[in-house]
Every structure is written in C-alpha cells, then in structure tokens.
C-alpha cells in the first residue's frame, strides 16, 4: 500500500529544507530556484519509513505566483504536511494551502513548525497557540503539531515517527480500477526518449503495457517503470511513478494529460459538479464568469453556469455545470478547484457528478433534484446511465463509473436485486424500459391483429424497427423469448402473433375465400396473376392480398413467385408430373415441361425456378436434374 504525502505551507517557510533533513533529498532541482533560493515547481523525493516501508513525497512551491504548481501536485496527495516558519506564524499561502487541501478533501496531516533554532520558547507557545486556533475547524484541528528545526535537527524523528504511525493506519489507493496517472513532467532522457512523471492515481501499470496517452490520445508502450528511482516490472496506485513511453515525442505531452488504460478515458469540456465557494471568498461568483479551472495536474479556464441562481455568495454550495476552454481527462468523483480570473485567488473547488452531461438549461427543478440524486448516491449515478444508454454491457459500466471491476458488479447485481436492472446474456436494461418495450410489441400486435385479422401475424423483420435503433438482434431475441414464455405471443417462422390468435373470417370474406380458391383451382394450369384475381373478386390488389397471404399460410394456397399463387391441388399435380418425369428420365428442359404441363412458357419457368428454390431440382445449365426429390409413389 503507498501513500503520498504532500508538503503546504507559504513561502520561505523550509518546506523543502525540512524534506530534505527527513529524505536526503534537495526537492529544488531547477536552476533558476538554487539561484532564487525558492520552489518554483513541484519536488520529488522518497522517504523511508520503519520497516522497510516508503511513502512519496510531493515537495510544493509556497509562493503565491506558482500556486497553479501547487495545485499539480496537490491532486495526489494523501496525506498534508503543513509547514509553518515559528519566526512568522499563519501568512496568506499558509492558509490558501489549506483551503486548497480542504476542497480537495484530504483527509490527515499533520504540522509541522520550522526554523525553532531562530526563536525563544515563549514565541514557540505563541505560534503554537495561533496554529491551533486556525486550525480548529479544519480537517487539521486534531493533527499533531511538531517543532522542528533543519539547521540542529530537532523534531526530524519524531516527524518522521509522526508520519510513520499515520501513514500506516491508512488505506491506500483503488489498485483495482483502471489505471490513471495525471503527468505533472515530461521530458527527454538521453538514451531512453520520452519519459513522463506522475502519481498513479488508481489501477496498476506494467512493464510492456499499453496505455492510452490522453491528451492527445495516443496508444503508447511502456518501455520501463521508475519508481524511487530504482527500475521496477509494476507499479501500483499511490507510487510515484516515472514511465518511459514509445511512440510519443515530447512536443505532443504536456503536465495535464493523463497516461491510463486503453479505451476506458476521454477528453471533455462540458463537467456536471457540485462547487462550493471558500467562505473568504472576495466576492460571490457570478453565473457566467470566467474562472481559472484546476483538476488533476491539468488548468484551463472555464465559465461556470449556475443553474439555479445568478450567483454564488462566499460560503454557498452549489450544483452546476462547467464549460471548459480546453479538453481535459476528468471523471466523476474527481476534485477541483477555481481560482478567480484576475487577481488570481483561490476561491472555491468541488466535485467532479458527471463528465458526459448534457448541456443543462437553468432554472429547471428537475435537473438539480436529478443531480442531487447522482451525487448521492453511485447506484443512481449508473442507472440514469444506463437509461440514457438504453442497453449497456458490462464493459460499458466499467467505462462509465471507473470504479474498478469487482464494486461496478456489485452495484449492478444490487441493482438486479432490487428490480430496477434487467440483466438478459450480456446485456443490462433498465427494467421499465425493457417493460416498455414488451408492452409496445403487445400493444402494436394487437392493433394490427385488430386491423389485418385475416393475416397470421406481424412482420418479425419489422417488430425491430419499433425498438430502439441499433437495438441488438439478441436483445429481441430475448424479448420475444421472454414474451413466448409468459405465454403471450406466438412465434411463427417470420411473423409473431399474440397467442391464441387465429385468423377469422366473417360470412362475406369466407364468401371471397372460396371464390378466390375456386377461381385458381379452375384456372389449372393457366393460373391467374394477382391482377387477374383482382379483376375477378372486384377486389383491390391492396385488399386481396391479406386473402391470399390467408389462404397461402392454411395451405390453400401455394405462393410460387411474388405475382403467382397456385391452388394446393394444382400445384401437387404439377409436382406429381415433375416426380413422374424424372422416374423415367434424368433430364427435364423447360419446354418439355411446359408441354407435360399442357401450359405456358412463362408459368413452367416460374414452377421451375419455384422448385429450383425449394431443392427439388437443379439447374444445370439447359436442364433441370433431379436433386432432393421424393421418389415416385405411383
Ligand atoms: N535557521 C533555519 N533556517 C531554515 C530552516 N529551514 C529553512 N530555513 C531557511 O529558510 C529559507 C527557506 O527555506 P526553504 O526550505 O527553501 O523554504 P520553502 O518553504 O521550501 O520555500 P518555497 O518552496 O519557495 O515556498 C532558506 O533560506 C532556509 O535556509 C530551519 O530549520 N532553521
Ligand atoms: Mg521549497
């Protein structure tokens, strides 16, 4: 389990002096701040605890021209170790820091007081007295506080010892989601190419992994893993991790993107969220206003659209959407923080409901109770998902909520139980809409029995186009199975009837049927067109056809071709001749049948194109050839 630990505190107060007495390492690598002698960007160092156990350390820069650095290094940061110089007590970054942390919802620190080789014990109390009346309603107000001094090395063991016991009763990052490492740097190494730096959030990652670089979304292997500077095969979430990548050049990264695990991540710039405004805010925050925008390691700037208000006073919570300049890689759960556009202050942060919403209009009470819905609640958050998705696979969740395999299954059996999920093979649905979608088949077959009771039934092809578009063939599959089980409908080769459906006909159509019948079966072998049967019944083509669709599934009827329906006995004789020929012949041309038939071209051709489909014979070239035809039986 690895745990990061985060430095806070204004400048000048011997963060990075104190890192160093406790880790060995000078966190201030850049020139420019030797030559300053101040923390420009974010500093890295390991820190070996008792039994062999080593936590990371994120050394952040206190001045308040650098918090943007700050704020990239805040992201990971499990546990805070706030800073403050006993020569100044409480300053502004002193408290931005920890505002920072509070938003970001760190949850354990601890205080440490530097420089104590500078001032006297009374000051000491002093400075100890203002640290805790500062933090008593904070997230620290129970921390333990440790004078120190870098210069004489007082406090540095029991700091350490500090750490130590609260680092160890912690729980570690999800090791089991997908992966995700915001990259705080990127650079080239000399005889390796790109290698980029970041704490691995969640998941795991692999030597020889593909991962997704986003942005700009690149697939990329990983080629090596640091992690404390020492080559390792794995590194689990809570590392701080250095990846050496193939196929990027350096020019495509920048701090802000994210390395993760294929498929899973895309950029957006449209957030749901839940933002609250720092009670010192200067001023309250206008809908629409311009604010600079920090998630993970990346920044931009974005507009926040207050739904349902014009403003939010220092101190207010609120839901609302975000829309961001640039894309970022952000998902639910995340945290963030605003800063005013100009002057920059730090002035409220939040958590990240949705990073696929749609664009909401204000002032609708149905869009914050749904997202007060969402917020609350994971499983809420997954089933408006999936209604919005109408069917989801499981490889779709696990998209959606990144939770990590085991807990997206464990919420949808949960969902499953409770009747609101209907899972069929490996498709889920929400359970109304796939009762909707049964009564819909019920309610359109009825209908169309109502309308069309000589026909058998409804078009199966044409059942689909009622559903969803893109609706799954398996998907209706089950719905029609589910339907035959319940004893509801009936499955007909290529129509579906609600069960018990026959097809009835009143005194005038039986009349019509048996006209219709005796009309073919006068005709023999000169059998009329559906034209013809028209003319003959007075009846539309469009009305006749329901008779004929009739009298061809009771078997009355034969359809030969889309425009020639024979009577049964007619067809059997036809047949019969064919039988007999081929008992005395192995040959048969088409002219030879149409003087068997006694009939015309035309009509022979149609029977024999008719039997060619059925397998009865086969064509060969001039010829038909006997194929799967019953032996003689006269
Ligand atoms: N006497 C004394 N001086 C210290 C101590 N710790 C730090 N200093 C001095 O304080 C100055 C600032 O120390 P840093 O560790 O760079 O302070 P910092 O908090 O990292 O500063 P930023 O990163 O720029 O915010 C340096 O000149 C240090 O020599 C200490 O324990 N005793
Ligand atoms: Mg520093």
Same mark, same amino acid.
């Given at each position: 389990?690895?745990?990061?630990? $985060?430095?806070? $505190? ?35 160092? *390991? ?6 156990? &080593? ?50 919802? &760190? ?52 700091? @350490? ?31 390796? $190419? ?20 986003? *942005? ?97 006073? *220092? ?27 100009? *002057? ?6 939040? #958590? ?25 609640? /994971? ?13 989801? /696979? ?19 059996? !949960? ?22 979608? !049964? ?50 409908? /009936? ?46 019944? $007075? ?14 599934? @009771?078997?009355?009827?034969?359809? #030969? ?8 006995? &007619? ?42 489909? /059925? ?20």
């Amino acid at each position: 389990m690895s745990i990061i630990v $985060g430095t806070a $505190g204004h400048v000048d107060h011997g963060k990075t002096m104190l890192i160093k007495a406790l880790t060995g390492v000078d966190t201030d690598r850049l020139q420019e701040e030797k030559k300053r002698g101040i923390s420009i960007d974010l500093g890295f160092a *390991p820190l070996q605890l008792s039994a062999g156990r &080593v936590v990371g350390v994120v050394d952040v820069p206190g001045h308040e021209r650098f918090i943007h650095n700050m704020l990239a290094g805040a992201g990971g940061v499990d546990l805070v170790l706030l800073v403050v110089d006993a020569t100044e007590g409480i300053m502004p970054q002193t408290r931005e820091h920890l505002s920072i942390l509070e938003l970001l919802q &760190v949850k354990k620190g601890l205080v440490a007081i530097t420089k104590c080789d500078l001032v006297e014990e009374e000051w000491l109390e002093l400075v100890e007295e203002e640290v805790k009346e500062e933090l008593q309603h904070s997230f620290l107000a129970k921390a333990p506080i440790i004078r120190t001094s870098a210069v004489t090395g007082q406090g540095i063991e029991e700091l @350490k010892n500090a750490i130590d016991r609260l680092t160890d009763e912690m729980t570690g990052k999800d090791t089991t989601s997908p992966l995700r490492i915001p990259i705080d740097r990127v650079f080239v190494k000399d005889g390796f $190419g790109l290698v980029i730096t970041g704490t691995l959030l969640t998941g795991q990652v692999r030597h020889g992994d593909n991962v997704a670089v986003i *942005p700009p979304g690149i697939e990329s292997r990983v080629r090596g893993i640091q992690v404390h500077g020492a080559q390792v095969e794995l590194a689990q979430a809570g590392q701080r991790v250095a990846l050496n990548l193939s196929g990027l050049e350096k020019e495509q990264l920048e701090r802000g993107a994210v390395v993760a695990s294929p498929g899973i991540f895309n950029t957006t710039s449209l957030l749901d969220v839940r933002l609250k405004l720092l009670p010192d805010a200067p001023h309250a925050l206008k809908h629409a206003a311009p604010v600079h925008f920090y998630l993970g390691t990346a920044r931009t700037v974005g507009r926040v659209v207050l739904l349902n208000s014009d403003q939010l006073k *220092p101190g207010e919570e609120a839901y609302c959407q975000f829309r961001l300049e640039k894309k970022i890689v952000a998902q639910r759960g995340d945290k963030f923080i605003i800063r005013s556009y100009s *002057p920059m202050f730090t002035v409220g942060g939040g #958590v990240v409901l949705d990073e696929n919403p749609a664009r909401h209009k204000r002032y609708r009470p149905q869009i914050i109770s749904h997202l007060q819905k969402i917020d609350k609640s /994971e499983a809420d958050f997954l089933l408006y998902k999936l209604r919005e998705h109408k069917w989801l /696979e499981f490889a779709g969740f696990q998209h959606l909520s990144k939770m990590g395999a085991q807990s997206t299954l464990e919420l949808l059996e !949960k969902l499953q139980e409770e009747g609101l999920v209907v899972k069929r093979r490996e498709l889920y649905f929400p359970r109304e809409k796939w009762q909707q979608w !049964k009564d819909l088949i019920l309610q359109v077959l009825k209908e169309f029995h109502a309308e069309h009771p000589l026909l058998p039934g409804y078009d199966k092809a044409r059942l689909k186009s009622l559903l969803p578009q893109g609706f799954p063939n398996k998907a209706m599959e089950e719905l029609l199975g589910e339907l035959y089980r319940e004893k509801q409908i /009936e499955v007909l080769e290529d129509v579906v009837r609600l069960a018990g459906f026959k097809p009835e006909l009143g005194r005038l159509q039986t009349e019509v049927v048996k006209s219709i019948l005796s009309f073919c079966q006068q005709k023999g072998f000169r059998p009329p067109s559906v034209k013809e049967v028209s003319a003959f019944t $007075g009846l539309s083509e469009e009305k006749l056809v329901p008779y004929l669709i009739y009298l061809h599934h @009771k078997g009355d009827l034969i359809k #030969v071709s889309e425009d020639l329906y024979l009577a049964s006995d &007619v067809y059997d004789e036809a047949f019969k001749i064919l039988v007999r020929h081929f008992s005395q012949s192995e040959k048969l041309t088409l002219a030879q049948y149409r003087d068997l038939l006694e009939s015309s071209r035309r009509f022979a051709q149609s029977l024999l194109e008719h039997f060619d489909g /059925e397998g009865y014979t086969r064509r060969t070239g001039d010829v038909r050839v006997a194929w799967k035809l019953p032996v003689n039986q006269e």
